[in-house]
């Protein structure tokens, strides 16, 4: 049996992916793809019937407007279609692997599971994922949404 190891340089570099400031870190974390710092949905249980899909309109950490237009999540529909379409050939492929010889509808039956099952992890990851599209990690923006709000006052 060969052993598989991960170079330390490797291990570094996925570290790195996951770091604050990158939108890996923003989209696995659903935190403001700006600073990074304030929750993008209102609760944080995502399997709750009534609670998944509410989100906050503006960061509180930092100010930015998550809608940034009207209908600005539309777009967040093709996101979700691909990433059903990618969970769909995930379980088509770990059925056929499990149950080599199996009727067309156990295939049918496990995608819709998988699919019901994983729809509020599927509506969030859409949105999160097109919000990272049009915004990007602004480490400065913290300072400057202090400042504004203290000439306000």
Not at 76 to 89: G, N, Q, R
Not at 137 to 150: C, G, I, M, N
Request: aromatic share 16%; with cysteine; glycine share 4%.
């Amino acid at each position: 049996m060969t052993k598989v190891t991960i170079k330390k340089t490797e291990r570094h570099y996925l570290c790195r992916m996951f770091k604050k400031g990158t939108r890996l870190y923003s989209i696995f974390s659903a935190k403001c793809p700006v600073c990074h710092e304030g929750k993008v949905f209102t609760y944080k249980n995502t399997f709750h019937p009534s609670k998944f899909d509410k989100m906050e309109d503006k960061c509180s950490v930092c100010g930015h407007k998550y809608e940034m237009e009207t209908g600005f999540f539309y777009g967040a529909m093709y996101v979700a279609y691909a990433l059903t379409v990618a969970i769909s050939v995930a379980t088509f492929v770990i059925t056929y692997l499990i149950y080599n010889d199996t009727p067309y509808w156990v295939y049918i039956i496990n995608i819709l599971a998988v699919l019901i099952i994983l729809a509020p992890v599927n509506y969030r990851a859409g949105r999160i994922i097109w919000m990272n599209l049009f915004s990007s990690y602004k480490p400065d923006v913290l300072e400057k949404h202090q400042k504004s709000k203290l000439k306000n006052e």
